[in-house]
């Protein structure tokens, strides 16, 4: 069964970039038939869409984040990466990495989260 | 505020229907995305539950069913269990967003 896990650093200052990495389990993320993406949830609160990346590296970003994202794929290391700058307390949030089935819309594997808190 | 709207919390008693709804507009639900539906427990990550509007992956219980209409859509639990107490979100795609979008969630209670 797949397994997805998200790591990085737990605690980060106002205006630096957050820089969090989801480990996939098994070789799907080299092949096309899935997309890898990003959702956070900040505490008591509802999800929001970051964005997701293709194993050859498209990207699809949500817009009233684009500015401060970037994505990327390892298919060598079976991880994928999300950059999120210019960091503000109102990003601190659990932050999932998810995968889709290419051609849809939904996110059928999730990992169990990482909870980053944006604070000085 | 969500472009999706849910009904922040619903409740019903063991063995009972309840229904959850999703409200969007055309450029969302009403232009024909699909909605998908997510089953959250606190503290853990968020579980497919219903895609393609109607569809249940495998393991889902077919006391999970959902619907859609116009620009709304709906999950329904019918013989409601305790081990159902959890927040769902509905999910689809908005075009004037250029973003996929989630509902504000809904805390189900059992009583």
């Known amino acids: 069964q797949l397994q997805l896990q998200e790591s990085g650093p737990r605690l980060v200052k106002p205006s630096e970039t957050l820089s969090v990495i989801c480990t996939v389990s098994?070789?799907?993320?080299?092949?096309?038939?899935?997309?890898w993406g990003w959702i956070r949830q900040p505490p008591g609160k509802g999800l929001e869409w970051i964005g997701n990346?293709?194993?050859?590296?498209?990207?699809y970003y949500n817009p009233s984040l684009k500015s401060r994202i970037s994505m990327s794929v390892d298919t060598s290391k079976k991880q994928y990466s999300l950059n999120l700058t210019s960091l503000t307390a109102a990003d601190t949030a659990v932050y999932y990495c998810?995968?889709?089935?290419?051609?849809?819309?939904?996110?059928?594997?999730w990992g169990h989260g990482a909870l980053v808190t944006v604070s000085s | 505020q969500s472009v999706l709207t849910q009904p922040p919390s619903v409740s019903g008693a063991p063995g009972q229907r309840v229904s959850i709804s999703c409200t969007g507009s055309n450029s969302n639900i009403g232009a024909g995305f699909d909605v998908h539906w997510y089953q959250q427990f606190p503290g853990t990550a968020p579980k497919l539950l219903i895609y393609?509007?109607?569809n249940r992956p495998s393991g889902v219980p077919d006391r999970f069913s959902g619907s859609k209409s116009g620009t709304s859509a709906s999950l329904a639990i019918t013989g409601l269990q305790a081990e159902d107490e959890a927040d769902y979100y509905c999910?689809?795609?908005?075009?004037?967003?250029?973003?996929?979008?989630f509902g504000g969630g809904t805390k189900l209670t059992v009583l």
């Open positions: 990346i293709s194993y050859s590296g498209t990207t």
């Open positions: 998810a995968r889709g089935p290419r051609g849809e819309d939904w996110f059928d594997s």
């Open positions: 393609g509007n109607i």
């Open positions: 098994d070789d799907s993320i080299s092949t096309t038939n899935y997309y």
């Open positions: 999910q689809s795609h908005d075009k004037s967003l250029s973003s996929w979008v």
